[in-house]
């Protein structure tokens, strides 16, 4: 941690939403693990809204009957699951991969960095076309095999 | 690689202040405090700034990290006795990362 300021984002994702309810509780928004993290947008507090509204017509119902058992509140998740920024978290679930895939932020990014500067720059070493420049970079970080993998990966995570 | 939890202390002491020595720009009415059952500050503030001395509230302004959540908890959890102002053009928190 190089500075503190409160502005933390816990990990979240489809995979890891909790019992939104149980005896006398409803759990909404980030105490939920609730959270959209689709690499393009960053979304929590629209999600904690959505879940907070839906939380709060359970309750509304569970009142209404005079009972706050974990039966009566399981309305909760019915209502969130209806929603469409649960419908979003479904949709985005092969997303959340990416994220977890520590060489899209620390292998890539240099690997692609490396062969621009090998082919963009005149040194006075024989040269090497794109396919070898990618080659050599590539060794001892990924194999094709993998990276391949990666690439379909991303494309089930934002293409389709 | 095991993760290590800095306390609160030392993840404030990380940040960089411009403290207003002469002015805080958080102003305590102690009698709505007294009143008030929730005391919503004492838990919600990142930067743990208001704590209870011999009863009273009381603000340690120069960590406070400007993000406003003590206002409203005071005013929608609480009695009002919270008064938070941006601080003065220069003093505060100086974020050096975002």
Not at chain 1, 75 to 101: C, G, H, I, P, S
Request: with cysteine; charged share 20%; net charge neutral.
């Amino acid at each position: 941690m190089v500075e503190y300021s409160a502005q933390a984002i816990h990990r979240g994702g489809v995979h890891l939403i909790p019992k939104l309810y149980g005896h006398g509780y409803v759990v909404a928004g980030s105490a939920a693990r609730l959270l959209l993290n689709n690499v393009m947008t960053l979304r929590g507090m629209d999600v904690a809204v959505a879940s907070a509204a839906s939380a709060a017509q359970a309750v509304l119902a569970a009142r209404e009957a005079g009972d706050y058992s974990a039966d009566k509140l399981a309305v909760y998740e019915q209502f969130f699951k209806q929603t469409d920024v649960y419908k979003d978290m479904v949709t985005f679930k092969e997303t959340y991969a990416l994220l977890e895939n520590k060489r899209l932020f620390h292998v890539y990014p240099d690997l692609v960095g490396h062969v621009m500067g090998d082919m963009f720059s005149v040194k006075a070493r024989p040269g090497k076309k794109a396919y070898r420049a990618l080659r050599d970079n590539m060794q001892d970080e990924v194999t094709m095999w993998q990276m391949m993998k990666d690439v379909i990966q991303i494309g089930r995570g934002l293409v389709r | 690689m095991k993760i290590q939890v800095l306390s609160l202390d030392a993840r404030l002491g990380l940040d960089k202040y411009e403290i207003d020595e002469k002015n805080s720009h958080i102003l305590i009415d102690q009698s709505r405090c007294q009143q008030c059952l929730l005391q919503p500050c004492l838990t919600v503030c990142p930067a743990a700034v208001y704590v209870t001395v011999d009863g009273d509230i009381v603000a340690r302004y120069e960590n406070c990290l400007e993000c406003g959540t003590c206002q409203v908890a005071c005013d929608t959890g609480g009695e009002g006795g919270i008064t938070w102002n941006p601080p003065q053009g220069g003093f505060g928190i100086l974020f050096r990362y975002g």
